[in-house]
């Protein structure tokens, strides 16, 4: 049969201090079930404390510790976590939660707090293997374990606990006023190949832990393994590395066109600082989301180059007296000033539609969404006027570009690697946790692109 315990303590001897929350008589390896028990919470846990579950795999009508041949796994129920930042409505205050006060009381926000862990999901390895006992894998042997009796070894069911099916997402804050809390125990057997495939991913979460990478971090690591269809998870790691050679080469042809560029012909200035301004704020939204890192730095790297690149548009430069820095900036020749006209043009047809919107639309998130912060609502709505109407401002050089019916002064190599990896993004958009708003905007580009095209064709 199996028996689920709770107990406080991290090994036990006894029956002592110990509670049973799930016993299953008659344990079928082969069939998978799922129940919800309710868990009583110890006063140690709700201070702060640890719970701990011992899964037992052992003879019918024996107690486990009293079985010579039972198996056991143990578990942390709970873990710790900052908790999430509450969200108010800016103007009346109203949250969308009761925050616990109790908790408001005793922990500030940058303080982790246990949290509850609400799915247990068990697995016992049901395929038979042979193995040479001078090389037996490490993995396996380090769940495998033997009695024995006389001259007889019992190899006893290999008992497994899925860590990855643990997510951020079903963590609840425990509260000191509560006094039971749900558990979902759900059982499936589990093959050889996928048992050793699992235990890998595992070590691999772990292992980015400890080389400081947030419970978050690996969260989304842990998303992609047990979210994803594993053919398509093949699919997607083959994507990915095309996705990185192919940014790579971009910013490299990027800094190398803008590295040798002199002159601002053909270019429309206030698209590139409008490009500098967006890049920035998102990568500041991404942050202040939390984003995984496979999309934030990425975001990080293009927010710098960006910046230099509005250093090269306005001809900059930094000239010190003493500590003191003093910015100079280059004049516009003839053609230059030509294009900047262009430019102007474009955007005061603009911006008789971009305003309007993008303060309607901040105006409207303060009266009926809720933030964690005045700035998180700032930034939100700098974020929503770039992903919802940034497209607008990619128009300018499309403008430009119809007027001097020319596409030779865009750096089309970068472009071309950019392109790409927008097709790419597509694909990512859809496997990896991040803002709805910055997954329709991969989709926006896509369009822009193919305007871009026609122009050259």
């Known amino acids: 049969q199996l028996?689920?315990?709770?107990?406080?303590r991290s090994n036990i001897g006894a029956e002592n201090n110990i509670d049973l929350v799930l016993n299953v008589e008659d344990f079928d390896i082969e069939s998978k079930f799922e129940r919800t028990v309710n868990v009583s919470v110890p006063k140690k846990t709700r201070n702060n404390g640890t719970l701990y579950a011992y899964i037992f795999v052992h003879h019918a009508g024996?107690?486990?510790?009293?079985?010579?041949?039972?198996?056991?796994?143990?578990?942390?129920?709970?873990t710790y976590m900052v908790p999430k930042p509450e969200e108010v409505n800016l103007l009346t205050g109203e949250s969308t939660t009761q925050q616990i006060e109790a908790e408001k009381q005793t922990s500030a926000l940058d303080e982790p707090v246990s949290h509850w862990r609400s799915r247990l999901t068990l697995n016992v390895m049901v395929e038979d293997f042979v193995f040479d006992g001078s090389s037996l894998p490490a993995d396996v042997h380090r769940y495998m374990k033997m009695v024995q009796l006389g001259k007889t070894v019992h190899y006893l069911p290999i008992l497994f606990?899925?860590?990855?099916?643990?997510?951020?997402?079903?963590?609840?804050?425990?509260?000191?006023s509560t006094t039971e809390l749900p558990l979902t125990v759900s059982y499936d057997k589990i093959s050889l190949g996928k048992l050793r495939f699992w235990i890998h991913m595992q070590d691999a979460v772990y292992s980015l832990q400890q080389?400081?990478?947030?419970?978050?971090?690996?969260?989304?690591?842990?998303g992609i393994f047990v979210d994803t269809n594993l053919y398509f998870l093949a699919l997607t790691f083959f994507v990915a590395a095309f996705h990185l050679l192919f940014d790579f080469l971009a910013f490299k042809n990027d800094?190398?066109?803008?590295?040798?560029?002199?002159?601002?012909?053909?270019?429309?200035?206030?698209?590139?600082?409008?490009?500098?301004?967006?890049?920035?704020?998102?990568?500041?939204?991404?942050?202040?989301?939390?984003?995984?890192?496979?999309?934030?730095?990425?975001?990080?790297?293009g927010a710098v180059i960006e910046l230099w690149k509005v250093k090269k548009a306005l001809k900059m430069t930094i000239k010190w007296q003493g500590i003191r820095p003093k910015i100079q900036?280059?004049?516009?020749?003839?053609?230059?000033?030509?294009?900047?006209?262009?430019?102007?043009?474009?955007?005061?047809?603009?911006?008789?539609?971009?305003?309007?919107?993008c303060i309607g639309g901040a105006g409207y998130s303060l009266l009926n969404v809720k933030y964690k912060s005045w700035y998180s609502w700032l930034i939100n709505s700098f974020v929503n006027g770039v992903y919802a109407f940034g497209f607008l401002f990619m128009l300018p050089q499309l403008f430009v570009n119809y007027k001097m019916k020319?596409?030779?002064?865009?750096?089309?190599?970068?472009?071309?690697?950019?392109?790409?990896?927008?097709?790419?993004d597509d694909?990512?958009?859809?496997?990896?946790t991040m803002p709805t708003s910055h997954r329709l905007a991969c989709f926006r580009d896509d369009v822009v692109f193919l305007v871009y095209l026609y122009q050259r064709w």
């Open 255 to 301: 800094i190398s066109f803008w590295k040798k560029k002199r002159s601002m012909i053909g270019m429309s200035t206030k698209a590139v600082l409008w490009r500098c301004f967006s890049t920035v704020v998102i990568f500041l939204f991404l942050l202040d989301e939390q984003t995984s890192l496979l999309v934030l730095i990425p975001a990080g790297i």
């Open 62 to 78: 024996i107690l486990p510790w009293h079985d010579g041949k039972q198996v056991h796994i143990v578990s942390p129920l709970t």
């Open 406 to 424: 020319s596409v030779a002064h865009l750096p089309w190599k970068a472009f071309t690697y950019k392109a790409f990896n927008t097709f790419i």
């Open 161 to 176: 606990i899925d860590q990855l099916s643990n997510r951020v997402k079903d963590l609840m804050v425990i509260n000191r």
């Open 329 to 357: 900036f280059g004049t516009y020749n003839d053609s230059e000033k030509k294009t900047e006209e262009y430019d102007t043009q474009a955007m005061k047809y603009l911006s008789y539609l971009l305003y309007p919107l």
């Open 427 to 432: 694909i990512f958009a859809f496997i990896i």
């Open 211 to 222: 080389f400081g990478f947030s419970e978050k971090d690996a969260d989304e690591v842990k």
């Open 3 to 8: 028996s689920v315990y709770t107990t406080t």
